[in-house]
């Protein structure tokens, strides 16, 4: 072996070597450093004690943990079956070309997106409030039996959550819609029409089947986005709420990790949280390879 | 007609649903208490008061 071919074999490998380095130090190693910290039991950085999957088992029989998962599991809920819908039904509308001032419509519903979610979070705890948040008021205009003073931010925490996430990210998940329903085949359409299939049919058999892969997707980054809420509800109720209504898995982790000093404990619920994840990722692969056969 | 009520009704419905949060919030700014009462200086804040509010 000449002394060039040597100097080339390790020349991909020094081309690798910084993605490599970066890998290993930012993602790798402390993926491995949080494996091994859920199997501890820690106060602070620096005092921990090894206690085996004594942290996994204790999460399991926490009733606070399974009212974070709870809630968490109601607004990724209402983010499927109500946003995605809306959405939908959004951009099909926007789709239409004899639509007139698509553009604008379409930046009008997409603008929320725009806006930071502590924003947004302070924005609804004014619009909710008692007595003089907006949503009361009107209410209570249209409908005189309507109580001014019904309590949104202190008993209805989880649909008030839900109605600002649709408010937030309708017209982002609108977006998604309309780039799958431009690449709808428009022949197969004018075929079902020719065939006789009215609007309804044309949209169950022709454009849902074609939408169906990024639609999944759709589904799957909502479903991710929606477990890992944590913001929204952190500003908007200044903490998990009254009673602990607000509680997501991310602010339990968050409440662990820092408030209590429990960083083992936090990456328990940071790893039980991914490999629920991880379940939900799967089933996306099984949906789409089944949807491609 | 009945077609295009059904196109536009409800995208002008979205649309004030939309806006609305953006619009209260500017109102807001303009009232005492309201949400850029404290990033505002006060002189500004008494000029800019929204009629009919305290």
């Known amino acids: 072996m000449t002394a060039t071919t040597q100097h080339n074999r390790w020349v991909p490998y020094a081309f690798l070597a910084p993605f490599l380095v970066i890998l290993v130090i930012f993602i790798a190693y402390p993926l491995y450093h949080s494996v091994v910290l859920s199997m501890k039991q820690t106060f602070g950085p620096s005092r921990s004690a090894f206690v085996g999957l004594e942290n996994f088992r204790f999460l399991a029989s926490d009733p606070l943990f399974w009212k974070a998962l709870k809630n968490t599991t109601y607004f990724a809920a209402g983010s499927v079956l109500i946003q995605l819908p809306v959405s939908l039904g959004l951009a099909l509308l926007l789709n239409r070309p004899d639509v007139r001032g698509r553009a604008v419509f379409r930046l009008i519903f997409f603008s929320p997106s725009l806006v930071g979610l502590v924003f947004v979070a302070m924005m609804f705890s004014l619009i909710f409030e008692k007595n003089t948040g907006l949503v009361n008021v009107l209410l209570h205009d249209m409908s005189p039996a309507f109580d001014p003073e019904f309590p949104w931010l202190q008993q209805y925490v989880m649909p008030t959550l839900v109605i600002a996430a649709l408010w937030i990210y309708g017209g982002f998940n609108m977006i998604y819609f309309l780039a799958a329903l431009q690449n709808v085949d428009k022949q197969l359409i004018e075929a079902a029409m020719v065939d006789g299939a009215n609007a309804w049919q044309r949209f169950l058999h022709v454009t849902i089947p074609a939408i169906r892969p990024i639609a999944t997707f759709i589904v799957l980054l909502s479903l991710i986005g929606s477990f890992q809420l944590f913001d929204l509800p952190y500003v908007l109720l200044s903490g998990a709420g009254p009673d602990n209504q607000g509680l997501t898995v991310v602010m339990y982790l968050f409440q662990m990790g820092w408030d209590q000093q429990d960083l083992g404990l936090a990456s328990a619920i940071g790893w039980s949280l991914a490999m629920l994840l991880g379940i939900f990722a799967l089933i996306y692969r099984w949906l789409s390879r089944a949807s491609e056969d | ?54």
């Open chain 2, 1 to 54: 007609m009945l077609r295009k009520l059904s196109i536009y009704v409800p995208l002008l419905v979205l649309t004030l649903i939309t806006l609305v949060p953006f619009a209260y919030l500017v109102c807001s700014a303009f009232t005492h208490g309201g949400f850029l009462h404290f990033t505002l200086p006060s002189r500004v804040m008494v000029s800019l008061v929204w009629p009919g509010t305290n």
